[in-house]
């Protein structure tokens, strides 16, 4: 007994050394019979490895050896060869059933110095190749369909699954509340998804990349773009690769959303226009609605990301927390964007008769509020998450700041045209501010009757998070219902959880119908995402230097613009200090201030902001 338990282990260390130097022979003898000389490592993944490989004539070339090609798929990069040249990378040789492709090697046509991509730029080329392949009848009959109803079948074993099972599921990657709370996500949206999975398994079919990020396309020096690393493609309906140039499918339902505002110039909604009308010349997405069948998609480009995971081995690789952290990442985005679609099917009307209420309000006589109308006006916000304070900011002052944002609204027109301002409805944009002016002075953003209360919510350590100023172009139409922030624990929705973040709302001119306010659900900070008929609406009536507080999980909207003016209000989001807004700002500075503006400030005014002070 002792002796076979010495042999056994030898045994089996042997025939994996046997198993390993085969596999390794018969890569040389591969590369050796298609004229390579040499190989040096690029880098090695638990799906793949890469090498840069040298020929008999000099010349360079790539070579990837695929760990788990698969076999409905395998002959896509050499097809996409012959579809799209120049547009997707010569393939050289290949054995796909051992998921061997030899590659041209795209670094010798690469711009030097290399320019770094825009996440949009790919999508011209990639809707060119989708179009290609959307009218190729042989990869159309080739490459098998691959199911949205199944990627959700798939997603949801892997939410229910203990840890371990299988190796590379991300949920038991993850920290057991976010993996509770996601799954819990997918189990609430089931109906929803399994609806978006219909409307994307019936609609026409192209190729789709999956994994379209920056790193996968190279710039030719004729200034094409070519996308590599087809191995994960699929044949579905155009979409599911979005999520990725978009950074999740929750900006590629905004993007899709404005398709038919020709006048939305944001990167975004531009790229996506370019990418649609590659595919509408076709002829065979006549009648499609791109804005429901992209969103659809990217929604399943995300679930494709977590299930593709699930057969790698990814423990002691390095890469178990980064595949899980964006897998979350992911997931949560997509819940927000499941949850503002359930907020939007809500009735936008009165939810009831006679469903409109007072704006809850607390009356300050004194210049300096007592502590009783402090204690009076936290209490009111705590029951309402909505609270109106007037008087809050000089009406000079106010008058000051709606003058730098005219002399600057040149620029904030160009951040808007390049994408650098967040879009956050119809004509409706959120802009970073600096606050080198009449912005910088404590009593704008320290303000003492918005601060005290917030500070009485918030705790005495609280923050200034972020300042904008949110534009309402005329002619935008109302926002969608939404919450700005999500629940910070979804799988527990009847957890009382107290404020955490709120956002302080200055108007910098009179709002009257025509311009449009805010429409809040006051109390509805206490019931998750979803808009409640049982629960009336307010509007507030703050005139300049007024201010109103809403904490970020308080459903809202704002009101169309039906004036020739554009409507201006700040957001200055006081918050806890361990707490980040990593939903909106993705793409711009929440809050910058200067070393001049901070040493202006009054000492103990400043722990507000000295986070945000360049060190």
């Not at 009165?350 to 300050?364: C, M, R, S, W």
């Not at 922030?485 to 108007?507: G, H, K, Q, R, V």
């Amino acid at each position: 007994k002792g002796l076979m338990a010495t042999v056994r282990p030898r045994a089996a260390r042997r025939k994996l050394d046997l198993k390993e130097i085969a596999q390794n022979l018969s890569n040389e003898v591969w590369l050796a019979k298609n004229n390579v000389v040499d190989q040096a490592k690029i880098n090695s993944a638990p799906w793949s490895i890469v090498s840069r490989v040298t020929l008999e004539n000099g010349s360079t070339a790539i070579f990837k050896q695929v760990k788990m090609p698969n076999p409905a798929t395998f002959r896509v990069p050499e097809m996409l060869s012959r579809i799209a040249p120049g547009l997707c990378p010569e393939v050289l040789a290949t054995k796909p059933k051992r998921g061997f492709y030899l590659y041209e090697d795209l670094a010798l046509d690469r711009i030097e110095p290399a320019q770094e991509l825009t996440r949009y730029a790919m999508l011209g080329p990639y809707g060119a190749i989708q179009a290609k392949v959307a009218k190729d009848p042989e990869f159309l009959a080739k490459i098998p369909r691959h199911s949205a109803a199944r990627t959700l079948d798939l997603i949801l074993d892997l939410s229910r699954m203990p840890a371990g099972t299988p190796p590379g599921n991300v949920f038991a990657l993850m920290d057991t509340d976010t993996a509770a709370g996601l799954a819990a996500m997918l189990d609430r949206h089931g109906g929803r998804l399994r609806d978006m999975a219909a409307l994307v398994d019936g609609a026409p079919a192209t190729v789709n990349h999956t994994d379209l990020n920056s790193g996968n396309a190279h710039i030719r020096a004729s200034g094409q773009i070519c996308l590599i690393d087809w191995d994960d493609a699929i044949l579905s309906a155009p979409g599911w690769s979005l999520h990725m140039p978009f950074s999740g499918a929750h900006a590629v339902l905004h993007a899709a959303c404005s398709l038919a505002d020709t006048g939305a110039r944001d990167l975004a909604t531009v790229a996506l226009r370019q990418y649609t009308r590659a595919l509408s010349r076709t002829g065979l997405f006549e009648g499609t609605d791109f804005t429901k069948l992209l969103p659809a998609a990217a929604a399943f480009g995300v679930l494709k990301y977590a299930t593709d995971m699930a057969p790698y081995t990814l423990a002691g690789t390095g890469m178990e927390t980064n595949v899980a952290s964006f897998a979350a990442r992911r997931l949560k985005d997509l819940g927000e964007m499941l949850d503002g679609l359930d907020a939007e099917d809500a009735p936008s009307k009165p939810l009831a008769k006679g469903a409109t209420t007072a704006f809850p309000e607390v009356q300050i006589k004194s210049r300096i509020a007592t502590s009783k109308e402090i204690a009076k006006g936290a209490k009111l916000f705590r029951k309402n998450g909505a609270l109106l304070i007037r008087d809050c900011v000089p009406r000079p002052l106010i008058a000051a700041v709606n003058a730098e944002l005219e002399i600057t609204w040149a620029k904030h027109e160009a951040e808007i045209a390049e994408g650098r301002a967040l879009r956050v409805g119809s004509k409706r944009y959120m802009i970073s501010l600096s606050t080198d002016g009449a912005l910088g002075q404590a009593e704008v953003l320290a303000a003492s009757r918005i601060t005290a209360i917030c500070e009485q919510v918030l705790g005495s350590d609280m923050i200034l998070g972020s300042l904008t100023t949110v534009v309402s172009l005329p002619g935008s139409e109302a926002q969608r219902w939404h919450c700005d922030n999500s629940d910070l624990f979804p799988e527990s929705p009847d957890l009382d959880t107290p404020a955490y973040s709120i956002a302080a709302i200055i108007p910098l001119i009179g709002l009257t119908a025509d311009i449009g306010a805010t429409q809040v659900q006051p109390k509805s900070h206490r019931r998750g995402t979803q808009i409640a008929d049982d629960l009336p609406c307010a509007i507030p009536d703050p005139g300049p230097g007024d201010c109103y507080l809403m904490d970020s999980r308080l459903m809202h909207r704002g009101l169309p613009n039906q004036s020739n003016v554009k409507r201006p209000i700040l957001s200055l989001v006081y918050q806890r200090p361990w707490y980040k807004d990593y939903q909106n700002f993705n793409q711009q500075d929440a809050l910058t201030i200067s070393k001049p503006v901070y040493d202006a400030f009054p000492a103990d005014c400043q722990p507000l902001i000295n986070w945000a002070v360049p060190t």
